[in-house]
């Protein structure tokens, strides 16, 4: 699976966008972006994925650039209820593995007032 | 419908015991994988277990095992615990037929070494 870089750490003011970035500059043709969060003591909770076109869900919106060596996870209006870690992860679908996700550090949202 | 439970929640053992904790998936998911998490190695993939069978395993020692049984629930054993066993380890369900990466974590059982 490729490598994923994130900021260790963000903030948001609740009710704005939450922009939260990704580099995955060795990204594979076949590969595809997930993005899971985990709220403090809870498991981890899938958000969204996508391969090469931009994706979106009632939780959020995926962002792909064309040349797919990095994506943003944007999350509309936060609220304090979206302070988590969101972790990137790059993998491709494959039945045999498709439970074995890697989780790198993530980065750590605080939504504040 | 209901989601991944775990049990127990919480649990305090000594070093030298053994720990089993056990993991009921979605009902109609077959697919079953458990992670540790700590605060040195973050999330790591232990094995999963699909029809009754280890399908993958991650880099643990032989004190980790684990098995299914055919109603898809789970257990995964630790034998003679150590101090950095401690940890939240995570059982995870998905449809693996249909497998599109999305797993569905249970909150987790918080095991304390002492």
């Known amino acids: 699976d490729a490598k994923t870089t994130q900021p260790p750490s963000m903030d948001c003011a609740e009710g704005r966008a939450a922009n939260l970035p990704c580099n995955h500059s060795?990204?594979?043709?076949?590969?595809?972006v997930y993005w899971y969060r985990q709220i403090h003591s809870q498991g981890p909770q899938y958000i969204i994925h996508?391969?090469?076109n931009n994706e979106t869900n009632e939780m959020a919106s995926l962002i792909i650039t064309e040349d797919r060596k990095s994506s943003t996870l944007i999350l509309p209006h936060a609220t304090l209820r979206d302070t988590a870690v969101y972790y990137c992860?790059?993998?491709?679908?494959?039945?045999?593995?498709?439970?074995?996700?890697?989780f790198g550090t993530g980065t750590r949202l605080q939504v504040t007032l | 419908k209901a989601g991944v439970t775990q049990t127990p929640r919480y649990l305090i053992k000594t070093r030298g015991q053994q720990v089993t904790l056990s993991c009921s998936p979605i009902?109609?998911?077959?697919?079953v994988s458990w992670y540790q998490q700590t605060p040195g190695q973050g999330l790591q993939f232990l094995f999963e277990?699909?029809?009754?069978?280890?399908?993958n395993k991650g880099n643990f020692p032989g004190r980790f095992s684990g098995r299914q049984f055919s109603n898809s629930r789970s257990e995964m054993n630790v034998s003679t615990l150590e101090l950095g066993d401690s940890a939240l380890y995570l059982c995870?369900?998905?449809?693996?037929?249909?497998?599109?990466?999305?797993?569905?974590f249970g909150e987790g059982s918080r095991l304390t070494v002492l």
């Open positions: 277990y699909f029809s009754e069978t280890q399908r």
């Open positions: 995870a369900s998905s449809r693996r037929d249909r497998n599109t990466g999305e797993l569905f």
């Open positions: 060795t990204i594979s043709g076949n590969e595809y």
């Open positions: 992860i790059v993998r491709v679908i494959n039945t045999g593995t498709a439970s074995k996700l890697t």
């Open positions: 009902s109609g998911h077959r697919s």
């Open positions: 996508g391969l090469k």
